[in-house]
C-alpha cells in the first residue's frame, strides 16, 4: 500500500522556525510531482509548496515565497518543507500529497492528489 506520513508540526512563536517531513511507502516519492497544502477550518486548501516529479519545476504562494524551502530527500524517500520566520497566519493543518500531476497544475488542483498524509498541526502564537 501507498502511504505517506507527515510530522514535525507544533506551537512555535511568531518569527519561529518549524520543518515539516512527509515519509512514504510503498512508492518512490521521486517518480512523483509533491505538493504541500494547508487548509484552514472554513477555508479551502491551499497549496503553498510543489515540486515537480522531475524536480525542475517549484512553485510556492506568494504568502510563503521566501520563508519557505521544499526539498526531497532521494535517499530516505521523503520530502522536507523548512519554514522560517512564521506568521501567526500559517496556522493551519498542512498535508503533504503525491501523484503524477504536471505543471502548472500540480500546485493549484489539490482534488487530483490521490495520495495523501494524514496532516500535521503547525500554530504560531506567542
Known amino acids: 500500500q501507498l502511504h505517506l506520513v507527515e510530522s514535525g508540526g507544533g506551537l512555535v512563536q511568531p518569527g519561529g522556525s518549524l520543518r515539516l517531513s512527509c515519509a512514504a511507502s510503498?512508492?518512490?516519492?521521486?517518480?512523483?510531482?509533491i505538493g504541500w497544502f494547508r487548509q484552514v477550518p472554513g477555508k479551502d486548501r491551499e497549496g503553498v509548496a510543489c515540486?515537480?516529479?522531475?524536480?525542475?519545476?517549484?512553485k510556492y504562494a506568494d504568502s510563503v515565497q521566501g520563508r519557505f524551502i521544499l526539498a526531497r530527500d532521494s535517499a530516505k524517500n521523503s520530502v522536507y518543507l523548512q519554514m522560517i520566520s512564521l506568521k501567526p497566519e500559517d496556522t493551519a493543518v498542512y498535508y503533504c500529497?503525491?501523484?503524477?500531476?504536471?505543471?502548472?497544475?500540480?500546485?493549484?488542483?489539490?482534488?487530483?492528489?490521490?495520495?495523501w498524509g494524514q496532516g500535521t498541526q503547525v500554530t504560531v502564537s506567542s
Open positions: 500529497a503525491a501523484d503524477r500531476i504536471p505543471a502548472p497544475d500540480f500546485c493549484s488542483h489539490y482534488w487530483r492528489y490521490n495520495y
Open positions: 510503498g512508492f518512490t516519492l521521486d517518480d512523483y510531482a
Open positions: 515540486i515537480s516529479s522531475s524536480d525542475k519545476i517549484k
